[in-house]
């Protein structure tokens, strides 16, 4: 009798909560995050460019960020979306980045290692963001800037070669942007394997001509699950077996 009572209490109380419960899915299915959203935004801001700057020594420069009281603390963005369309508007072959900034600060312990120089006017931040230096890469009247693409990487891949630590090439830091292949594939209905097959060489005769001298491919040896080669030791796709792909 208690079981009982005790079932169909329980039953009662998840059915008065159904309708919470489908709310709150509801909810969460719409829900985003406030850093992701934010740093989005951020990303497609062009800021002003500033001309000029404080030209300061290493050690000059390290002192005046200790002076200005500038550290951690001050870090209210944890990570930054480096997507510029300062650079996307000349290529867009890879993903955006997601700069971990709060945990680069605390990593390095000094911003002056990025922040490195600042505004000339005294009004503008201690800290101003990269792209007010660094936009276009060949700006006439500038020219001993370097663009943001190179401000980027110089300053990513020389610290990560100095401290051993982080990647240092392109897929270490980006996935590649891959175009959708909708309106770039041209198959009839039904193709057979070998249509497609022919359709991705169409594009991609350099990735094929890389698929033939790799193990996937040139692949051989001995064959003991293999029905009729059981005893064949040089057997595969390098010797004796075939396939198109």
Known sequence: MIKKIVYFTALMLVTALMPM????????????????????????EVVPFIKEYKDEHKTA????????????????DVYFLLDSPIIKEREDHYEPVRFAHKRHAALTK????????????????????????????????????????????????????????????????????VPDHKNLVKLPDNADVFQVTAECLRCHDAQANDMLTTAHWLWRGPSPYTTGHRKDIMHGKGTTALNNY
């Open 21 to 44: 419960h489908l709310s709150i899915h509801k909810a969460s299915a719409a829900w985003t995050a406030p850093d992701q959203e934010d740093a989005k935004k951020r990303a497609k």
């Open 61 to 76: 420069r390290k002192i005046s960020l200790m002076d200005a009281g500038v550290s951690i603390n001050d870090v209210k």
């Open 110 to 177: 000094d911003c002056s290692k990025c922040h490195h120089l600042r505004p000339k006017d005294e009004k503008e931040l201690e800290t101003t963001r990269c792209s007010a230096c660094h936009q276009d890469s060949f700006n006439s009247e500038h020219p001993e800037r370097i663009g943001l693409k190179a401000a980027y990487h110089q300053q990513c891949i020389e610290c990560h070669r100095t401290e051993a630590k982080g990647p240092v090439d392109c897929k270490g830091c980006h996935l590649q942007n």
